[in-house]
């Protein structure tokens, strides 16, 4: 057994090393200090980290519709707190999807309330930038897609503003806050860690949106325009009904016989949900609004609801019926099979 683990070991390193010597980008933790969770940074293999971090804040710098959603002010985070992404803890990290200048900040909600649920979990919560792959090329881009699919086993795209139309071949009627550059990097980041299927997709309010968008889905831009208000779902709390899926994740929350739970709602829009797509309804509300909806294949789970601001028993008990789901469906690693 040890000539067995011995070869293994050292099979897994050569591996790594090739690996390491075909990347075009490597993963740094970024730990300015006044961040909730380290951001992960893309660094060229002929610059050092703190060039990696001033080529990010200048090419921001240099990006109207960028520098509209940070109001014409650079985010403030220090040029320190930079060491290399670890080989070891990949089965315990979660990557949530920056998309607001607060993001950046320690007065972040939502990140927080991630972050304290997914560390009783013992994973581990980092933030990726804003187009994090700012001044990079279409090949260094595309292999830092591939490095989060296979370093991060679990992404959160948060909740935020609204998906730009055009994305889904509709005019702009109702939507507000749209930020085309930083919607078009998320569609491709999420169809590419979708289409790679080594690990699981959460989506809140935006991030189902346009994690719907980027499989293939259309939105409503205005649900009191075009649904009607007998459901308040701008700032209120209200039932939805849940639906049988393929993996029941929202379902099997429920005790036998019961189909409904109440959820927070701080939204105006929502996915127009269609049969088959990759997608399985699990929830609507009573107007028929799309509360939620499971991936197929296991590997994901949008809501339109908020469970990490919910504050109550149920929100927690979400996340971690997530947690669950995204280990059944996570590839085991290697040292499982010879049992070490």
């Known amino acids: 057994m040890n000539i067995v683990k011995s070869l293994f070991v050292a099979a897994v390193l050569f591996i790594s090393l090739s690996s390491s010597a075909s990347e075009l980008v490597r993963l740094y933790e970024w730990s300015p200090g006044n961040t909730l969770a380290p ?37 403030d985070v220090r040029m320190s707190g ?11 990290r979660a ?10 900040t320690r007065n972040s909600q939502r990140v927080e309330n991630f972050q304290k649920i997914f560390a009783k979990a013992k994973h581990s919560s980092y933030i990726l930038p804003i187009n994090a792959n700012l001044g990079l090329s279409q090949s260094e881009t595309r292999d830092l897609f591939t490095q989060i699919s296979e370093k991060f086993p679990f992404l959160v795209a948060m909740g935020g503003d609204d998906v730009e139309p055009s994305l889904y071949k509709k005019q702009n009627t109702h939507s507000r806050n749209t930020i085309p550059a930083r919607d078009i990097f998320e569609i491709e ?6 289409t790679r299927e080594k690990g699981f997709l959460l989506g809140v309010c935006r991030g189902s949106q346009i994690s719907s968008v980027a499989l293939g889905y259309k939105l409503i831009q205005d649900v009191p325009f075009h649904v009607g208000t007998d459901v308040s779902h701008g700032n209120d709390w209200h039932e939805i009904e849940l639906k049988p899926t393929k993996n029941n994740i929202l379902a099997s929350l429920l005790a036998e016989g019961q189909t409904r739970m109440t959820v927070n709602s701080l939204h105006h829009q929502s996915v127009i949900f269609k049969e088959g797509g990759p997608l399985q309804l699990a929830a609507h509300g009573h107007d028929g609004v799309t509360e939620a909806t499971e991936f197929k294949n ?18 927690s008990k979400i ?10 469906v996570m590839p085991g690693r290697c040292g499982k099979i010879f049992s070490f």
């Open 319 to 328: 996340l971690w019926r997530v947690l669950k789901q995204k280990n059944v």
């Open 298 to 315: 296991g590997r994901g789970l949008l809501l339109q609801f908020h469970p990490e601001l919910m504050n109550n028993d149920l929100g």
């Open 39 to 75: 951001l992960i940074l893309p660094v060229k293999i002929s610059e050092t980290p703190e060039q990696a971090a001033q080529r990010y804040l200048q090419n921001l710098d240099r990006n109207p519709e960028l520098m509209e959603l940070f109001e014409g002010r650079l985010p």
């Open 189 to 194: 980041l999420i169809k590419s860690y979708v």
């Open 82 to 92: 930079f060491k290399p992404l670890d080989e070891v803890t990949r089965e315990s």
């Open 95 to 104: 990557l949530l999807l920056a998309n607001l200048p607060k993001d950046y």
